[in-house]
């Protein structure tokens, strides 16, 4: 997979990516990250990105030429099958979207900045806008890196145990059930003795059953879905 993502905060991006799971998918090979500075796609000498709004109003106005020109020098060099547009109001990111992005071959991501980009970008260019929650950050970067940690993860071979992402939290619309390890009794805090009796039937069931137990009480709306 293939990840192309347009930033004017090129540097607020680039750590997630250099430690422990993104960095070995990345150093295996199995996803390439690259980052665009949107200023290297402007013309004017003070590399602007923004102006102010048509109509008035407060707060600056991401301009379509830019972006324009980077989607247009990317889309030159292959197919996209996403290009998306991280906004607060966008679709709440789920797992169903990670699940079904890790799947894709080559993905764009534009993050936003000041008040936002120009409708004609979301119109022209942008396939699908994702939003990481109801709350609005400084800018996308940071719910970029979310949604690459979230789209990494899933791609065949990135996790060491294949299964591990299966067993995940939203993976079946349920929570995770409680996990425990060594030692078994600290500080009379016991261990479930039914994990000990090595029978696995009985304990997938138990796990299912505190699954479900977990998600009625934590989240219900999952239930729902
Ligand atoms: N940019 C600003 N707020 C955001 C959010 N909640 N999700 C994605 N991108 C954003």
């Not at 119109?123 to 949604?147: C, K, N, Q």
């Amino acid at each position: 997979m293939r990840i192309d993502i347009i930033t004017v905060l090129p540097e607020l991006l680039k750590s997630p990516f250099k430690a422990s799971i993104l960095k070995r998918a990345i150093e295996t090979g199995l996803v390439e990250v690259h980052f665009h500075n949107l200023r290297d796609y402007t013309t004017d000498n003070y590399k602007s990105i923004d102006d102010t709004q048509f109509g008035g109003g407060a707060g600056m106005v991401m301009m379509v030429e830019p972006i324009d020109k980077c989607i247009t020098a990317l889309k030159a060099e292959r197919h996209y099958d996403e290009v998306i547009y991280m906004t607060p109001d966008g679709e709440t990111l789920k797992q169903s979207i990670a699940n079904q992005l890790s799947l894709q071959e080559n993905i764009i991501i534009l993050c936003g900045h000041y008040k936002g980009v120009d409708q004609r970008v979301r119109d022209h260019f942008i396939t699908r806008e994702i939003s990481i929650g109801d709350y609005v950050l400084s800018g996308g970067e940071l719910g970029a890196a979310v949604l690459c940690d979230a789209v990494i993860r899933l791609i065949p071979g990135v996790l060491g145990n294949e299964t591990s992402a299966l067993t995940d939290s939203f993976q079946d619309n349920l929570l995770a059930p409680p996990i425990y390890t060594k030692p078994r009794d600290y500080k009379g805090w016991k261990v479930p003795e039914l994990l000990f009796g090595g029978n696995f039937q009985k304990i997938e069931k138990w796990r299912e059953e505190q699954a479900y137990l977990r998600t009625k009480e934590r989240r219900p709306d999952l239930l729902d879905e």
